[in-house]
């Protein structure tokens, strides 16, 4: 079978490493062209796979019509070389976020609608064995109504990591902090197995790093059923263990670095509350390891397998334009509730979140 023909957009950062990893292990993938507007490393890592190089993403897509176009850059660029890369009739794999603003992710979305050419997110946490297991479980009907979610998530970062490159950190080169860019993942998680909240609440703060953007958030949510949910993501915190909790009326799930475990309640939260005789009855509650089958490595290779299939079958993806668009989205009206004071309605009012971010931009401090 004909090998895909992949492009690759920021060849010189960090991440891209990654990315030129898992294509290695992909023999349905040959690399056509590499971008960016630094010449190193991207030089020493075209060389190493035979192909050629270039400063410009347009002129790259007419020189060698790829087949696939992967984008490592800095979030702004994302929707960009996107857009470009569909309508000249490629796939697109983006970085996460897949965009600064939902108002942008829907720009995306259309196009990808438009040219029929799949768009994919890299959120490779949904590929990790213990979070296929717990989709799966969750969509099997185990938790009946949501009661409630949390989620604490510390991703430590020392300052060092902030001046490793001068984009990070700053409003107009990144978009965000914590919430663009290491918390992303979990937000993904918490979208993918819980599903979108109604209303956000938003808290978000520079507290101790010297950047422009925010280092640490947190957010109160309220579901559509009314359950309510709770976020604290910070770069701040070094140590703890972050996990993500979804209790329903029937059972319960908790994924942490442990793995993953299953709280169940017997009989049903609801049923016990309606038919329980003692003033302080509670139903019986047990939290037991669950043993998950082989499945995902959570990195990069699953995405490009998962990305390959959807190419060949005419599918999509796991994490699409609108799967990747919801995280995004949560992002954006978090930081938006945390500015004007005010909770804030889904769908984020895209408007009102443009407006934010450019007095945000202009004066660099929450």
Same mark, same amino acid.
């Given at each position: ?32 062209? %590499?971008?960016? *507007?630094?010449?190193?490393?991207? /030089?020493?890592? &075209? #060389?190493?796979?035979?192909? +050629? ?54 720009? %995306?979305?259309? *196009?990808?609608?438009?040219?029929? /050419?799949?768009? &994919? #997110?890299?959120?490779?946490? +949904? ?41 990070r950190g700053k409003w107009g080169s990144e978009g965000g ?16 197995? &819980? ?131 919801k995280s995004l989205e949560l992002a954006n009206a978090i ?32």
């Amino acid at each position: 079978m004909k090998q895909i023909r992949l492009a690759l957009v920021g060849a010189s950062g960090g991440i891209a490493e990654t990315h030129l990893g898992a294509i290695a292990k992909c023999p349905e993938i040959k690399i056509v062209g %590499m971008c960016d *507007v630094v010449g190193s490393p991207m /030089r020493d890592r &075209a #060389v190493g796979v035979g192909c +050629r190089t270039f400063t410009d993403w347009k002129v790259m897509l007419k020189a060698v019509e790829p087949d696939l176009v992967s984008i490592a850059t800095p979030h702004p660029f994302h929707p960009l070389v996107a857009v470009d890369a569909m309508r000249a009739g490629a796939h697109v794999l983006t970085e996460k976020p897949m965009a600064v603003e939902v108002r942008d992710a829907d720009r %995306m979305v259309a *196009v990808s609608k438009a040219t029929r /050419r799949i768009l &994919a #997110v890299n959120y490779q946490m +949904r590929f990790r064995a213990v979070a296929e297991e717990m989709k799966r479980r969750i969509d099997a009907g185990e938790l009946g109504q949501l009661i409630r979610v949390l989620v604490v998530e510390p991703w430590y970062r020392s300052d060092a990591y902030y001046r490793s490159a001068t984009w990070r950190g700053k409003w107009g080169s990144e978009g965000g902090g914590v919430l663009m860019n290491q918390a992303p993942h979990t937000q993904d998680l918490l979208c993918w197995l &819980a599903g979108s909240p109604a209303k956000v609440w938003g808290w978000v703060r520079t507290r101790f790093h010297p950047m422009e953007c925010e280092d640490s958030a947190q957010a109160m949510l309220e579901y559509p059923n009314g359950a309510p949910g709770y976020i604290t993501v910070s770069t701040v915190e070094p140590g703890s263990q972050g996990c993500i909790q979804i209790i329903g009326e029937r059972s319960g799930f908790q994924l942490d670095r442990n793995g993953l475990f299953r709280i169940s309640f017997t009989p049903s939260i609801l049923r016990h509350m309606r038919t329980a005789k003692g003033m302080w009855d509670q139903p019986k509650s047990e939290m037991e390891p669950v043993q998950v089958p082989k499945g995902g490595t959570g990195l990069h290779i699953d995405v490009y397998r998962n990305l390959i299939r959807a190419i060949r079958r005419h599918g999509q993806p796991r994490c699409n334009a609108a799967e990747g668009r919801k995280s995004l989205e949560l992002a954006n009206a978090i930081v938006l509730s945390s500015v004007t004071g005010r909770p804030v309605t889904l769908p984020v009012n895209r408007a009102a979140y443009s407006t934010v971010l450019k007095k945000l931009r202009a004066r660099k401090r929450l």
